[in-house]
């Protein structure tokens, strides 16, 4: 287990918080470049709020909204061209995962004389790293990503049908302000997608990082167990504040490096939903809910006490041995059952996605990404015909 | 749960890291205050490793060392002053907790005018809280305090038998070099101390913090689970490399916010442990071991179901209910045994500490810490009468 970790965003997290906006982004620019989704935080009056903030602290404002639910690359190029226009000093991304992903790669854009797109690894050549970015505060209205403490974003390209990452340290927000109030708003599938993302971002590391890795697991099956529990009562009810709360927390948690450090796992799930949604605009995390299960029945195979484990400490159940593989589908069985319950999808029938292309989905995953071998890295490493048989087993 | 979390050290983990030690600190200084403890580290070769690997990298090195266990502010001072004797602008921590300690407030006192005592919390006036340090690159020989890669610091005044702490931004070591290895010669007795002091950081958190922490929860108990299941390996055999990284992985995260975020509690074991230290010069996780039982079976009485919670997650134990007592004490039981079986002191009669004192302790304890009542912060408050019952029970 030899690995570095560095994650310097200040995070200040609490209902209420978002009164504090107009301070922080104080400290770190002039001019803020606010950038925003679907139009729902003008709709419920918090971009209002934001703006009568930054207001009181001295900070002027300039708008790049509309941003898609899978940020596209032009979106990107827009952005970064109003923040220079604007000279913008700051970046706020006010909104979920697609626009805080938009809004880092915007404000790396802005230093950048190159297309924007060449960060974002999409096969040879090697991307390039951004290493200047404007400062960028993330201010989530949706508990999902967590993409508001760490230094990734994915990004789309509408001609080329390819939907990838980057990762940079100079992508790292500055602030993260977390006000699970702002995610009452959220509708009940949004919210559910939310919990699937967030426990999907856990079981990529849980289940493809190395050997040997006691305390991440269990802070992973903490996450998992968290989220279980309190997704559902976020779901019943959106108005509840402390569910609202720690399905934030666990989001957060999940993916801002503290749970799966020194893993060292590859994430093949999101790789092959990034192929799908690159082709059919779904849900990211609905994607996922589709192809996780498979891929776990898929991977069972391969490491089976791992996914012994999960079913023992997740679900209480009680295996033989472990390499009890009747247990581990158990334990995958129950897996999908809450993700159904919560009303994922778990079929891609469901997301209007047939078998005709099934082939090129593996081909497109395995040009944007593949290890010495050819293989999507993972454990195992998949072949085009293993990814080609999680999607067939997902139909 | 309304909390800021900000932790910007740089960790690098694993076996064999301890050759870069050179690279790293070049690029925050170009001569380095090397900080000691007793000598084991010239005794092991460890010294001369990290004066070989500076000299490729161009760092020259000054030295201060005979850093005590319970370190002195005569020795702080002593540090600082060599420090700017030598014109330093990096320090390097190479030793246990007292080593980094030191070394961070010696680190604060180089741009400080004043007493270097002055920055520590020790009752009125208010502590002087330092703004600017020189770069700390902490390299941990030992894994117990997870000083290494937080912004604390506890310091004892021979003179005044006063033992506390400082907490500021700036003793946030730039860079934490953590190379398990290092860990392997440390004696069964100091290696067990660290299992007892990593494991009490979680449990201050755990039983002192508010309601309403389910990840926080899972995280202290993977921690706990984690150090009870390596720490005993780590103890029988010195030479088990994976033992101790899982050990010292634990110590780090015990006490680097990750486990504790949000939870907002009191520390009173350890504020009842240093008063004791203060006067005895007591290796502080034994105090700690003592303590730190006799204060749980006051404090359940207050909170049964955390300590049901605590009997039943990592003990297997089984509730009547959330206030079956019965449990909670028969978890306290197995806590205690763990600690003696790994061969802590459970007794204040082991440490050689009577009841003389005992009422001065108290007195001098609520002396350094005590919120707007008088008593000492926790769940609940402890009065002096409370204080000094914990201790009788523990005689």
């Known amino acids: 287990m030899n690995f570095e970790f560095h994650n310097p965003t200040h995070l200040i997290f609490g209902a209420g918080t978002l009164s504090r906006i107009g301070e922080v982004v104080s400290k770190h620019g002039k001019k803020a470049l606010i950038v925003t989704g679907g139009g729902s935080v003008k709709?419920?009056?918090t971009f209002d709020r934001v703006v009568a903030s930054l207001k009181n602290a001295n900070v002027s404002v300039a708008e790049c909204s509309g941003v898609e639910p899978n940020p596209r690359i032009t979106t990107v190029r827009r952005g970064a061209q109003i923040a220079r226009n604007e000279h913008c000093d700051v970046i706020i991304a006010l909104?979920?995962?697609?626009?805080?992903d938009a809004s880092k790669v915007m404000a790396a854009a802005f230093y950048y004389d190159g297309d924007p797109w060449d960060m974002i690894y999409h096969g040879q050549p090697d991307p390039y790293i951004p290493t200047h970015a404007l400062?960028?505060?993330t201010v989530p209205t949706l508990a999902a990503t967590g993409s508001e403490m760490n230094m990734g974003a994915v990004i789309s390209n509408e001609e080329s049908k390819e939907k990838s990452f980057v990762q940079a340290e100079c992508l790292y927000p500055r602030v993260a302000l977390v006000d699970p109030e702002l995610t009452m708003s959220v509708p009940k599938d949004q919210t559910a997608y939310g919990v699937c993302d967030l426990i999907t971002h856990v079981t990529e590391g849980y289940f493809n990082g190395v050997d040997g890795t006691p305390i991440q697991d269990r802070f992973a099956e903490g996450v998992i167990l968290t989220a279980m529990e309190w997704?559902?009562?976020a779901i019943a009810d959106g108005n509840d504040l402390e569910a609202r709360t720690q399905v934030q927390w666990a989001s957060i948690v999940a993916l801002n490096g503290w749970v799966n450090a020194g893993t060292n796992g590859g994430y093949p799930v999101h790789m092959?939903?990034?192929?799908?949604?690159a082709y059919h605009d779904i849900t990211h995390a609905a994607g996922l809910a589709v192809i996780n299960p498979s891929w776990m029945r898929f991977a069972a195979d391969h490491r089976p006490q791992k996914f012994v484990q999960f079913a023992e400490r997740i679900f209480g159940l009680k295996a033989t041995g472990p390499h009890d593989l009747d247990c581990a589908l158990q334990g995958i069985d129950r897996f999908e059952a809450f993700l159904k319950g919560i009303g994922c999808p778990t079929r891609l029938s469901e997301l209007h996605i047939d078998d005709t292309m099934i082939t090129r989905y593996a081909q497109d995953t395995l040009r944007i990404i593949h290890d010495g071998n050819g293989n999507l890295p993972g454990r195992p490493p998949m072949t085009e015909a293993n990814i080609i048989a999680v999607l067939k087993a997902a139909l």
Do not use: A, D
Request: no cysteine; proline share 10%.
């Open 95 to 100: 909104g979920g995962g697609s626009v805080m």
């Open 231 to 233: 997704g559902p009562k």
């Open 272 to 277: 092959i939903e990034h192929t799908l949604s």
């Open 43 to 45: 709709r419920n009056g």
């Open 135 to 137: 400062p960028i505060i």
